[in-house]
């Protein structure tokens, strides 16, 4: 059973261009989340994607957005990069929108951007 | 709004002897409280969750967590710590009502000296 997989696994971009990252849920699930984790610092929820729609939005600027497609699978991309977007950008994937469950949300390995 | 603390950077303890690593939160409602581990430039790997229930949960590779309602905490304890658990730890937590978003502490620094 695959897990969650994330590319591309590391990325080096300059400020002011645009970055995509995908991601494919781990097999059965739904629901995909994105993260922000900065160095030395716990992940920062960005928003959830479920029945390719945003459904939830964490305190995270216009320039990223996201996207996910009728397979689940999910892109996150952000604009106009700034070098305080470099991160690790880590996707979790679960069953269900979540509006009282307990399910669990598991990571993949996480894509890490550089921002020069 | 739900937040978590982790109020000690770095948990050192010896080979063999017990290990814990202390988390509190704030929430509305009751929670939902997950531990997840992350080994160096790898992604988060669940651990344990308290859902209902009993207030003592176990999980994978030995750990256990704690659930108490009165000190809103959520200690995360292995009876006798590895080598190999070297890592770093992060608790979160999500309401059980109004979102799916998981609130993240900031992460313990977990070493375990042989």
Known sequence: ?????????????????????RCSPKSGHDTVSWYQQALGQGPQFIFQYYEEEERQRGNFPDRFSGHQFPNYSSELNVNALLLGDSALYLCASSLGTGSGGGETQYFGPGTRLLVL | AQSVAQPEDQVNVAEGNPLTVKCTYSVSGNPYLFWYVQYPNRGLQFLLKYITGDNLVKGSYGFEAEFNKSQTSFHLKKPSALVSDSALYFCAVRPRRGNNRLAFGKGNQVVVIP
């Open chain 1, 1 to 21: 059973d695959a897990g969650v997989t994330q590319s591309p696994t590391h990325l080096i971009k300059t400020r002011g261009q645009q970055v995509t990252l």
